[in-house]
């Protein structure tokens, strides 16, 4: 059996990435309007890094521990997406199969596992994608289960 790669799955399409010029209340926006886990951080069309909403929260976290102040100005004078990134992320190809994204991703540590070809960031994986295709393989559709009436006993 052929196994399925990242590319099946990935996103790759209207990625949302920020660039290393970009603020972290940006970054910050773009996490709860988008409802974005993690953003990748391009320097032109190269991923320099890659951000996550647990990196906001441990710097607010540690500024709450040393008493500091925590403001949408702070964060933005004192801190850039540099500051809390993670550089020079670990990446797969478009050809990696997915259960090698899975040991990566396991090996590193990490929830997302973004997606270059040539240099360029071509698309992104997450747990998510990965467990919503073993899922699909586990739990296929049914196409002769129906539900006839809504709601339950109306």
Same mark, same amino acid.
């Given at each position: 059996?052929? *196994?399925?790669?990242?590319? !099946? $799955?990935?996103? /790759?399409?209207?990625?949302i990435?920020?660039?290393?010029s970009n603020?972290? !209340?940006? =970054?910050?926006?773009?996490?709860?309007?988008? +409802?974005? *886990? +993690?953003?990748?951080?391009?320097?032109?069309?190269?991923?320099?890094? #890659?951000?996550?909403?647990? /990196?906001?929260? +441990?710097?607010? =976290?540690?500024?709450?521990?040393?008493?500091?102040?925590?403001?949408?100005?702070?964060?933005?004078?004192?801190?850039?997406?540099? /500051?809390?990134?993670?550089?020079?992320?670990?990446?797969? =190809? @478009?050809?990696?199969?997915?259960?090698? =994204?899975? *040991?990566?991703?396991?090996?590193?540590? #990490? *929830?997302?596992?973004? $997606?270059?070809?040539?240099?360029?960031?071509?698309?992104?994986?997450?747990?998510? /994608?990965?467990?919503? +295709?073993?899922? !699909?393989?586990?739990?296929?559709?049914?196409?002769?289960?129906? $539900?006839?009436? @809504?709601?339950?006993? $109306?």
């Amino acid at each position: 059996m052929k *196994q399925a790669l990242v590319n !099946s $799955i990935m996103t /790759d399409e209207n990625i949302i990435v920020a660039s290393a010029s970009n603020t972290i !209340s940006e =970054a910050i926006h773009f996490f709860a309007n988008k +409802h974005l *886990q +993690h953003l990748p951080v391009l320097d032109g069309e190269s991923l320099i890094g #890659i951000i996550s909403v647990n /990196d906001v929260v +441990h710097l607010t =976290a540690q500024m709450l521990a040393n008493g500091e102040s925590v403001s949408k100005e702070v964060l933005n004078q004192k801190y850039s997406l540099k /500051d809390i990134m993670t550089p020079n992320p670990v990446w797969g =190809a @478009p050809d990696t199969s997915i259960a090698e =994204a899975l *040991q990566i991703m396991v090996k590193g540590n #990490i *929830q997302c596992l973004p $997606i270059c070809e040539g240099g360029k960031l071509v698309g992104i994986i997450s747990s998510k /994608d990965i467990m919503k +295709h073993f899922n !699909s393989i586990e739990n296929p559709p049914h196409n002769n289960f129906e $539900i006839s009436t @809504p709601g339950f006993g $109306i």
